[in-house]
């Protein structure tokens, strides 16, 4: 089955979904950007897991590239799963590890069970990464990953992302 994918020009703290992509930081203690409106508008529970996966398995924190769940607190969610974008330099950027932000929260997601996952434009805000790549990476990467996820919404915030992204899908 092909996964749908839609478009929201909105905030991603009011989707409803089974799962919500955090673009967090390797820290998973909140940030900036979407961490931050993620974990304000999710409340302490997403904090209290966070903390409780970085005294276990995380402790040097999430690596670039890899996803992890925890609940999403007073989300319109089961799931937050959390994803570590790669920050954009001009020479030396690698595309496969922001794909694989995509790839690693589908995966998650499945071993979930949810069917429906709203995801950001990961690694397009303070880390730079160029609207039109990181968009093409995304629809690619989704349209490429097996999965039982019925539905990829992105959900961007700005007009100009929004209007790359329809272009990759329409």
């Keep these: ?3 749908r994918i839609t478009l929201v ?3 991603i703290t009011e989707q409803h979904a089974d799962a919500i992509v955090n673009a967090a930081n390797s820290s998973l203690l909140g940030g900036g950007g979407v961490d931050g409106a993620i974990h304000r508008r999710g409340g302490p529970e997403i904090l209290a897991e966070c903390r409780k996966l970085r005294a276990s ?5 999430l690596g670039t590239g890899q996803a992890v769940a925890t609940t999403a607190g007073r989300l319109n969610a089961r799931w937050v799963i959390h994803t570590v974008g790669p920050v954009y330099q001009a020479s ?3 595309p496969s590890l922001l794909a694989s932000c995509y790839r690693e929260s589908l995966r998650v997601a499945d071993e979930l069970g949810a069917r429906t996952v709203a995801f950001p434009a990961i690694s397009t805000g303070v880390y730079r990464w160029p609207m039109d790549d990181a968009a093409r990476i995304a629809v690619e990467t989704v349209r490429a990953t097996d999965t039982a996820v019925e ?3 992105f ?3 700005d007009e100009r992302a929004y209007q790359v992204f329809a272009e990759l899908i329409h």
């Design 9 to 11: 020009h909105g905030d």
């Design 57 to 61: 398995y995380y402790g040097r924190g």
């Design 155 to 157: 959900v961007l915030f």
């Design 151 to 153: 539905e990829v919404r």
């Design 1 to 3: 089955m092909t996964v």
């Design 92 to 94: 030396g950027s690698d």
